[in-house]
């Protein structure tokens, strides 16, 4: 092969030099005859390679299996031979194949080289032995030398890049970088693999890069390459997009680019990138995603490089460069300058510049994101100027709506800081969101307003009362939203907004009386539903919310609530969504009923209708063990003689429904689901209705490949045991439920043992589990164990004992 090969060819016999000449038609289709004979050729080969290997493996079945002698010998020595030889003669091709690095390319071509390279990464990739063959021959110097030597070859030298990865993984990408210090193409060549693996790998969910214990190494690599003096912006590119994602993996890397003079170089990237005018817009995108990853998070390198003038150079460059470049700008100059920086940006653009539209985006979003203080205190600034441009600016179009977010998003932080009255600019910009909730908006300008109010009230209960002059608007939205097949998702993410934002301003009085109005209309239903239920969940969530007054929660309503609920789910029973959500709403509000009170009838009826109309769908079977659990759970927490006569109630109810045989019905259906929520919950219920003895029978008919109902029976019994101890007084019971907990701990134990057998770790020390693994199963079982432990020991401290 290659141009040193020896051909020979032979002599003419009388016969070829007596042959006539071929006629015109045969001249005419020599060269496609040619070219298919070729490709004739390569099938034929290519079929007749197949077959002999099949013959070889099948010669290999037989030296294996054949029991007499003497053909066994003669057959297992002519096998040996043979693969001896094929062995051989493999690597004496691969051994020629890698001559061409050590005579500084031999004279071939570039293109001969990149066929070699590309022969290599074939064989690499599904053999082993050859990958061995080729780091033994030195390999890995021998590709960066021939890819030093054709720096102007790129599919050379991304083939180049990829045959070392295949011969050494991530190592190997390093040592590329390394013997490529002098030589630009092969540094670029390294960046575009780690960037392209790294995106793959993130793309299939895998850890990736997070992971890679080479990335400090990579970082100082790949930093020096970006410090180069005159470095190609192409390079620039590459190290910078590599870069981006390291740092986006693990946002504690950006630390150390940094201190290897990361922040200067990427300002310098940026400015390269500047230089080379409409060319260089995939560099200024790649830094400013690189810039933007570097100060996620992280004051001190936002702070850096705004002493190094990263505001100037990222301004210019939203100036000059159009589309997308300009909406990367705008996002990093607010990450770094905050949204002051956008808006002076903004105000130095043409009123038609794609600038002033990128500004918008971009404050849109940032608004609505955590910022450090020091970029919080421009919010009064930013707010006088986007009250500003709201006035001159019309309630349609997507700029419009871009305005509004940007708008609400600046008031919602202000809100908990200024009262209504105390000044102007707020209060003229809350009236602006009013007003763009009326029928003269388009409705995604009316959708970014109410969501704005909505945020407001929920954070700011002084600005309630003025927010009310929306709940007009708010209601013509209610009704005007349409219910077409078509707009259905969208039209039922519309209606919930609107709910919640009416609900957070008046409280449950003004939901439940669109509901009323609407029976009829399930999307409705669900909407003023699922508002309902955000409201219980952020006053369950959220620290600041004191009271239930404060939440937007009267005690008087709670039960006007629950028959509104009881009788959407009665009149739409089939409409999945809202059996669920009504489920869910039921759960939450019994909590905010007096001590004292009975469950009501009506919100049992209800759940029971729905797990009787959707037996075998997760998510209604979940929403209504849910429910159930949280009518028999003590009210406030503790368990007093009021709540045990309400829980006994509610207890002989569900006896006399026989819920006790659809709860195991549950628990066999679901035993083997990943979201143990469903089981802790059915299996809680089951405790109380029909004795901790039954929760106790279905442990123990499981087997280790219900793992996930065994652990949330393991913890169903530590809570009922420690919310309800006289369920476990009975000496015998506490010591049925240590010893099904013992049993279950000792299977998890040795499948402990053989998830580390199977991967080649040591046994696991006891109750930590093959965590080396790293499998689901293994942290399963650690999970067990765990809470085994726990519930022995709550048993153990019972006064009774279990031993």
Avoid at 9 to 21: E, M, Q, S, V
Avoid at 353 to 380: D, M, N, T
Avoid at 717 to 744: C, K, Q, S, Y
Wanted: aromatic share 4%; charged share 20%.
């Amino acid at each position: 092969f290659g141009s040193s090969a020896t051909h020979h060819t032979p002599r003419a016999t009388g016969h070829l030099r007596r042959a006539a000449p071929p006629a015109m038609g045969v001249l005419q289709r020599n060269a496609l005859d040619i070219a298919v004979d070729a490709r004739t050729r390569g099938a034929d080969t290519a079929a007749a390679a197949a077959d002999i290997l099949a013959a070889v493996g099948a010669l290999a079945e037989c030296s294996s299996q054949l029991e007499h002698e003497p053909l066994k010998g003669a057959v297992s020595g002519a096998t040996a031979q043979l693969f001896a030889h094929i062995e051989g003669r493999c690597r004496e091709f691969v051994a020629a194949l890698l001559l061409m690095g050590t005579c500084n390319g031999g004279g071939e071509s570039d293109d001969l080289a990149y066929d070699k390279l590309w022969t290599l990464r074939l064989m690499g990739n599904r053999s082993e032995v050859t990958r061995r063959w080729i780091i033994e021959a030195n390999g890995l110097r021998v590709i960066s030398q021939v890819m030093i030597a054709r720096p102007g070859h790129s599919k050379l030298q991304k083939e180049g890049a990829w045959l070392v990865y295949v011969l050494a993984g991530v190592d190997g990408l390093v040592e590329l970088l390394q013997y490529g210090r002098a030589c630009p193409a092969v540094q670029e060549a390294a960046a575009w693999a780690i960037y392209e693996l790294a995106l793959k790998q993130r793309e299939r969910g895998q850890a990736g890069a997070a992971e890679w214990t080479q990335a400090e190494s990579i970082i100082a690599l790949l930093s020096q390459a970006l410090n180069s003096p005159n470095a190609e912006f192409t390079l620039l590119w590459a190290c910078s997009s590599a870069l981006r994602l390291l740092v986006e993996s693990m946002p504690c890397r950006g630390n150390l680019f940094v201190a290897n003079g990361g922040a200067e170089a990427a300002l310098v990237a940026l400015r390269a990138g500047q230089s080379a005018g409409p060319d260089g817009s995939p560099l200024i995108v790649a830094g400013m995603q690189l810039i933007t990853a570097l100060v996620d998070g992280n004051a001190a390198v936002a702070q850096k490089l705004r002493a190094l003038g990263a505001l100037d150079v990222l301004v210019a460059c939203g100036l000059r460069l159009p589309g997308k470049v300009t909406d990367e700008t705008m996002w990093t100059l607010g990450q770094v300058g905050g949204i002051l920086a956008v808006l002076q940006v903004m105000n130095s653009a043409p009123a038609d510049s794609e600038a002033v539209g990128s500004g918008l985006r971009a404050i849109a979003k940032l608004a609505w994101l955590p910022l450090e203080e020091g970029l919080q205190q421009q919010f009064p600034q930013a707010a006088e100027a986007l009250v500003n441009l709201t006035r001159r600016m019309e309630t349609s179009g997507d700029m419009s709506e871009k305005t509004y977010q940007a708008l609400g998003g600046v008031l919602h932080v202000l809100a908990p800081r200024i009262v209504p009255g105390a000044w102007t600019v707020m209060d003229d910009g809350v009236s602006m969101l009013i007003e763009a909730v009326g029928p003269g908006s388009d409705a995604s300008v009316a959708q970014a307003a109410v969501a704005s109010i909505g945020h407001i009230a929920a954070l700011a209960p002084p600005w309630r009362t003025p927010l009310q002059r929306a709940l007009g608007g708010i209601g013509q939205r209610m009704r005007l939203t349409d219910h077409s097949e078509v707009e259905i998702a969208r039209s039922a993410k519309h209606q919930k907004n609107l709910f919640w934002a009416s609900a957070v301003i008046a409280g449950l009085p003004v939901v439940l009386e669109e509901m009323r109005s609407q029976a009829n209309s399930p999307q409705v239903q669900d909407a003023a539903i699922s508002a309902i239920v955000d409201i219980l969940e952020d006053h369950t969530d959220s620290p600041a919310c004191g009271s239930d007054a404060d939440a937007g929660i009267d005690p008087k309503d709670v039960p006007n609530a629950i028959s509104s609920v009881a009788s959407a789910m009665r009149g739409h029973g089939m409409h999945e969504e809202l059996q669920w959500s009504g489920c869910h709403a039921l759960g939450l509000l019994h909590h905010h009923l007096p001590v004292t009170s009975e469950v009501p009838p009506e919100a049992l009826e209800c759940v029971l209708a729905a797990l009787k109309r959707h037996p075998n769908r997760y998510k209604v079977c979940s929403g209504a063990a849910a429910a159930l659990r949280s009518f028999l759970e003590p009210r406030g927490g503790r368990n007093t003689a009021a709540g045990s006569a309400v829980l006994a109630q509610a207890v002989a109810v569900l006896r006399s429904r026989e819920i006790a045989v659809t709860l195991r019905r549950l628990a066999n259906d679901f035993c083997a689901s990943t979201d143990k929520a469903l089981l802790e919950d059915a299996l809680y219920v089951l405790g109380l209705v029909d004795g901790v003895q039954s929760v106790l029978q279905v442990l123990r008919s499981s087997d280790s490949s219900c793992a996930g109902l065994r652990s949330a029976g393991l913890k169903t019994l530590f809570e009922l045991a420690r919310a309800f101890p006289d369920l476990a007084a009975a000496p015998t019971v506490a010591r049925e439920m240590h010893a099904v907990a013992g049993a279950i701990a000792q299977e998890a134990t040795a499948a402990d043992i053989a998830a580390a057998a199977a991967i080649g770790l040591p046994r696991p020390q006891p109750g930590c589990g093959a965590i080396g693994a790293g499998s689901e199963a293994s942290e399963e079982c650690v999970e067990i164990l765990r809470r085994a432990e726990l519930l022995r020991g709550l048993l153990a401290a019972c006064p009774t004992g279990a031993g």
